[in-house]
């Protein structure tokens, strides 16, 4: 018994993630109400957001609740000024899982911490998306916001203390360690005029386990109905019958762009579990999450190929058969989706050294579908719902972090911090079925009805129309390993000056090869309250894996001044062989250099952070251009593909190592607090956040296109790095509570952005608008509340400045931060148990 005692000892460890009330003996210096973090320091928790080397901020169960919004990303982009997402981020699974942009920089470059352990990525690609395009992180919103204790987001570089990915910052979700009883919520609202309705219902509950452990589980179920479309109506679908409208028009539903505005109806189930049990001098601990999602996505209007829009023929290709879809239809992609972590650890206390020594797996596994579609190269026989494959991104950790507080004669114990990294990574992408992308081979009667007139003889295109299924040229899995060191020095100099170090080794088995990176922080305290600080930190990003395998054919439209252009493009896997001929190469990782300085004050409930940043970014992965197109390689880069065997494609796609940015901005956070005793306690915040992004490099063109009038990276990839996401964003609370009453008002301010073309003439920029949140909320009890609330009272929506298709939709353009289909109102009731 002694022995195992021994070995458990051996294994135990301290957590980063340690409950607060873990640490309630180290925060009793701190000043009233002031969270103490976990993030961004390895020593012993025992700081403030105030006096932190580094920005940060701290967000609580009520302030998560009070938006009103009930996913992680939508939650955070209501509360954290640098972060945005834009409206639809672009086509395949980039309107789904929307994908996110932090200090100007895609979400690749934030790293996701669950608990203080790294989090798996999507399997999810963003390819299509021009925001954040080819991006693959962390999806937040599977992961349960019942089971939330706080959440903590170091605004800095940390890749030095926590490897790849932290390169604009750190999210570290902190799972609910409560003890006592539970909470049921139920959450009920809808869009101003354009429905979607939403429907959301949540359970925690927490107890006491064993001698001072603890369990705590939640749950929680979410329906999200699509909205009605933003779009204009099309005024004509059927062409004239002897100069007269056909009479159909009467009876047909002219808002055929479905995919614009709010184009999801989703079902997500999100559950969590955390615990935590002492045994005899060490402490065993576990936390998981398991989700599944059910996406039904209304993408673009596919309506009789014979008429197209206002009665014209379409000269782009068959795309809709008469025999199935007589007055044509609108395709919607399936996306069903299992999610899953798990971590097992012990902690402890070894030979005075406090240690941690844990294991994690985790897996995003997507099943891909396609209903009311069609192969039309089927001919009318074609079925119309589709198994078009499946995507697969899997994830081992395992960690050993040790730390130890040493006497060195300074006016602060030396903190010593440790530790080593296992990982294991893969992706997958599995083929759907042959009638999801095969070409049938049907040819069009000319039977004399007017869609043989104008399409006899001719053959429709191959595979599905509306999105693509997964050939097996394309399937593919890869995986690699990874192992990493750290060691994370920390001190106070003198009373008022702090200064740590960190450094941290990384060995990856494919192209990203062996990385180093280093940390310096330091903060100087000039006065009580007041003080400077500001550090400097290289980091990194490895490319994932999805970007080196991730291969597709893709129908999608591009967009040249005012002209929406129908393409059918092969997107490569830079190891393939016709990557290789347009001069691919094995993708390396992403570089950065961060600095950043600032200001903290801190005085009774005034606090006021100030911070300045700077972060380089060097060969950073980007899509190519679609190369093959008339303007862009043309026949030439057709044979090349033809030669590497590539057919029935107009262009295609790679990622590449092309660009260096620099990003430049500064973050400011206020917040006061006024308590009374006659008219109830207030808190107030301010929080400005601005950046600007400039491209320092554009890699030349390899040597396998030279000679060719190719452009790799163009106008409009250059320029939505740059512009299609406001550089400013203002965001005022004031909450305040009296008695029973607790009400919440925020006004957000959205600075401009610009939807950029291939020319200049086809730009489109959308100014700043406001966006003002409200709720009302009132205790009925000690253990029941109510609260109703409005997300954009106002009903704002974005300028009617964009370029409208011939669906109808585009008349706001597609990236607006804060949505294309105006104002909605919730109600939400509360039942702590």
Not at 185 to 205: D, F, N, R
Not at 384 to 405: A, C, E, H, P
Not at 607 to 628: H, M, S
Not at 750 to 779: C, H, M, P, W
Request: aromatic residues 8%.
């Amino acid at each position: 018994m002694r022995n195992i005692s021994w070995l458990s000892r051996l294994l135990a460890g301290a957590s980063l993630a340690l409950p607060l009330a873990a640490h309630a003996e180290e925060a009793a210096d701190a000043p009233e109400g002031a969270p103490i973090i976990v993030t961004g320091t390895r020593s012993a928790p025992r700081r403030t957001v105030a006096d932190s080397p580094v920005p940060i901020d701290v967000i609580g169960p009520q302030e998560l609740k009070a938006t009103g919004r009930t996913g992680l990303k939508e939650i955070l982009g209501n509360l954290i000024p640098s972060l945005t997402m834009p409206a639809l981020g672009g086509g395949g699974t980039s309107a789904s899982v929307r994908p996110i942009s932090i200090r100007g920089l895609s979400g690749d470059y934030l790293l996701v911490l669950v608990n203080g352990k790294r989090r798996h990525t999507t399997s999810l690609i963003n390819n299509l998306s021009r925001v954040s395009g080819g991006s693959t992180p962390v999806d937040i919103d599977l992961i349960s916001t019942a089971g939330v204790g706080r959440i903590e987001v170091l605004r800095d570089g940390a890749a030095a203390q926590y490897g790849s990915d932290a390169i604009s910052g750190v999210i570290n979700i902190i799972l609910d360690s409560g003890k006592q009883g539970g909470e049921f919520t139920q959450t009920a609202g809808q869009l101003y005029e354009k429905g979607g309705a939403l429907l959301q219902q949540t359970l925690s509950w927490g107890a006491g386990l064993g001698d001072g452990g603890f369990v705590h589980l939640s749950a929680e179920g979410k329906y999200h109905d699509s909205a009605k479309s933003s779009a204009l109506p099309v005024p004509t679908i059927y062409p004239l019958v002897n100069g007269a409208p056909d009479p159909r028009e009467a009876n047909a539903n002219h808002l055929i762009a479905g995919g614009y505005g709010r184009s999801n109806r989703d079902k997500i189930i999100n559950t969590s579990i955390n615990a935590e049990l002492p045994l005899g001098g060490v402490t065993a601990y576990t936390f998981s999450t398991l989700s599944y999602r059910d996406i039904k996505d209304a993408r673009g209007a596919f309506f009789a190929a014979a008429t197209g829009y206002g009665g014209q023929a379409n000269t782009s290709g068959v795309s809709v058969l008469p025999q199935i879809y007589p007055s044509g239809n609108q395709a919607y992609r399936r996306i069903w989706e299992w999610d899953y972590q798990t971590t097992l650890g012990i902690k402890g206390d070894v030979a005075g050294w406090a240690a941690d020594l844990s294991t994690s797996y985790g897996t995003d596994n997507v099943k891909l579908g396609a209903e009311n579609a069609l192969n039309p190269s089927l001919g009318p026989s074609s079925k119309t719902s589709f198994y078009m494959g499946r995507q697969k991104q899997t994830l081992w950790v395992s960690n050993l972090d040790l730390s130890r507080d040493f006497s060195v004669g300074l006016a602060a114990p030396l903190s010593v911090a440790v530790g080593v990294e296992q990982r294991w990574e893969k992706f997958q992408n599995q083929a759907g079925e042959p009638d999801s992308y095969r070409d049938g081979g049907y040819i069009i009667p000319a039977d004399g009805t007017p869609f043989g007139t104008l399409y006899g003889g001719r053959s429709p295109s191959p595979g599905l129309v509306s999105f693509t299924g997964t050939s097996p040229a394309d399937a593919r899995s890869i995986s690699r390993g990874n192992v990493a060191a750290y060691v994370d020095l920390s001190t106070n100099v003198v009373k008022a000056w702090y200064v740590g170090v960190a450094g941290r080794f990384e060995h990856y088995t494919d192209s990203a090869g062996d990385t180093v990176s280093g940390k310096f922080s330091t903060r100087y305290e000039i006065a009580p309250g007041l003080a400077l600080r500001g550090g400097v930190n290289s980091g990194f990003r490895a490319p994932s894996l999805a970007q080196t395998a991730f291969s597709t054919t893709q129908n999608t439209v591009t967009v040249n001044g005012n002209d929406r252009l129908s393409t059918t493009s092969k997107f490569l896997p830079v190891d393939s062989a016709a990557a290789i001929a347009l001069g691919a190469t094995p993708l390396k990782p992403e570089k950065s250099l961060n600095f950043t300085a600032g200001l903290t004050f801190e005085r009774g409930g005034a606090r006021l952070t100030v911070d300045a940043y700077q972060i380089d970014v060097d060969n950073r992965i980007v899509k190519t251009e679609f190369l093959g197109t008339a303007a862009n390689g043309g026949s030439a880069i057709k044979a090349i593909l033809v030669a590497n065997g590539i057919t029935g494609v107009d262009s295609a796609q790679f990622f590449t190592n092309a660009i260096d940015t620099r990003t430049r901005g500064v973050d400011v956070v206020g917040e006061y607090n006024w308590r009374t005793a006659s008219i109830g306690n207030f808190r107030l915040s301010a929080a400005y956040s601005y950046n600007e992004t400039q491209i320092r490099r554009i890699a030349a063109n390899p040597a396998a296109l030279s000679g060719l009038s190719v452009t790799l990276f163009g106008r409009q990839a250059q320029r939505d790095l740059l512009v299609a996401t406001p550089r400013s964003k203002v965001v005022l609370t004031g909450d305040w509570s009296w008695s029973r009453l607790h009400t919440l008002l925020r006004a957000t301010r959205y600075g401009q952005y610009t939807e950029s073309s291939n020319v200049a003439s086809g730009d489109r920029t959308f100014g700043a608008k406001v966006i003002t949140d409200l709720e009302v909320g009132y205790d009925l009890s000690r253990r029941v509340s109510l609260a109703v609330g409005a997300n954009n009272l106002f009903d704002v929506y974005p300028d009617k400045n964009g370029i409208v298709a011939s669906d109808g939709s585009g008349l706001y353009g597609n990236f607006a931060p804060f949505g294309l289909s105006g104002g909605f109102y919730y109600a939400r009731l509360g039942v702590k148990f």
